[in-house]
């Protein structure tokens, strides 16, 4: 292959999903007038609030080469404890059990993985099946009521200017995140887990006590996202969140995360969220139908994943 051909691959590499979703905003825009409205524009920024966080944590995941299943039952359950305690009247105590729910969920995944050598696929599936369980128990397949607009203002429904405060969430979750992984030691040493556990290992990393973390953490932030899931739509449900886990995997895989672990990139990811929050916002308004907005998806997935593979072999082995 020519080294021109060879730097081609690797710009598109670089700027593909930036190309991708500037082509999706102008062909969106293009075709409604609604779509381009600055209100849409910044509901689209409170729609991608909940999977933007999702997505963030399930970055980091994938980049130790690890996967989490579990995300949507665990957001939904930590949902539940949360408006279980407000309905109880415990007021802000609701804050760190909606955490402590999901932290407890993801210790559990990091534990079993970890130490009892589970496959992460199977250890987070067990995991979704379980929160599932609680939350029904909990629930009793009822809608959970609340009355906290305290609570509501907090998590989603308070502003600062014209963004929302879920939105603010979503910022200072991919801020610190973005932070973590790019600037420090830590996350270095998670990308080279990924690259290569038992080399890292050689290297000195306490390679089990960071995957454990990057579970517990994952869980802690699926706690927030089912107090941001309640706050906006004032209930609970016992299925809120459940789905939640397969469009985050799909942000990290169209931002350029490989599955594999070792490479990706938070930030790369905020464009994958980005671009499946236009994709959803924009077929919305177009009246196309949930179940084809599933399967372009879809589809836009498998198209990544064979570019992201045309562009590897590119790279000298």
């Given at each position: 292959m020519s080294a021109t051909a060879s730097t081609a691959r690797g710009r598109i590499a670089d700027y593909g999903i930036v190309i991708a979703l500037a082509a999706v905003v102008l062909g969106?825009?293009?075709?409604?007038?609604?779509?381009?409205?600055?209100?849409?524009?910044?509901?689209?920024?409170?729609?991608?609030?909940?999977?933007?966080?999702?997505?963030?944590?399930?970055?980091?995941?994938?980049?130790?080469?690890?996967?989490?299943l579990s995300v949507g039952a665990v957001a939904s359950a930590s949902g539940v404890v949360g408006a279980l305690a407000l309905a109880a009247g415990l007021g802000p105590l609701a804050i760190p059990a909606a955490i402590a729910t999901g932290a407890a969920f993801g210790l559990m995944n990091g534990l079993l993985t970890v130490y009892a050598a589970v496959p992460s696929?199977?250890?987070?599936?067990?995991?979704?099946?379980?929160?599932?369980?609680?939350?029904?128990?909990?629930?009793?397949?009822?809608?959970?009521?609340?009355?906290?607009?305290?609570?509501?203002?907090?998590?989603?429904?308070?502003?600062?200017?014209?963004?929302?405060?879920?939105?603010?969430?979503?910022?200072?979750?991919?801020?610190?995140l973005y932070w973590l992984q790019s600037r420090t030691r830590f996350g270095a040493h998670v990308k080279a887990i990924g690259g290569g556990a038992d080399?890292?290992?050689?290297?000195?990393?306490?390679?089990?006590?960071?995957?454990?973390?990057?579970?517990?953490?994952?869980?802690?932030?699926?706690?927030?996202?089912?107090?941001?899931?309640?706050?906006?739509?004032?209930?609970?449900?016992s299925d809120g969140a459940v789905g939640l886990e397969f469009d985050a995997i799909a942000a990290v895989v169209i931002g350029g995360t490989a599955l594999a672990g070792g490479t990706g990139s938070v930030l790369r990811t905020a464009a994958g969220v980005a671009l499946i929050g236009?994709?959803?916002?924009?077929?919305?308004?177009?009246?196309?139908?949930?179940?084809?907005?599933?399967?372009?998806?879809?589809v836009l997935v498998v198209v990544v994943v064979l570019i992201d593979r045309w562009v590897r072999q590119a790279k000298p082995q």
């Open positions: 969106m825009a293009l075709m409604s007038p609604a779509f381009r409205t600055p209100e849409n524009l910044i509901g689209i920024g409170r729609q991608i609030a909940i999977l933007g966080i999702a997505a963030s944590a399930m970055t980091l995941i994938i980049l130790a080469a690890e996967i989490d696929f199977i250890a987070t599936l067990v995991s979704f099946f379980i929160a599932q369980g609680v939350s029904l128990t909990l629930t009793g397949g009822q809608t959970i009521l609340f009355d906290a607009d305290w609570f509501r203002s907090l998590f989603a429904t308070g502003a600062l200017g014209p963004f929302q405060s879920s939105f603010l969430w979503f910022v200072a979750v991919f801020g610190g080399s890292a290992r050689m290297l000195g990393l306490a390679v089990d006590r960071i995957r454990v973390t990057l579970f517990t953490l994952t869980g802690a932030l699926m706690g927030l996202v089912g107090m941001i899931l309640i706050a906006r739509i004032g209930n609970a449900r236009v994709l959803n916002n924009g077929l919305a308004i177009l009246n196309v139908d949930f179940n084809t907005q599933q399967v372009i998806k879809g």
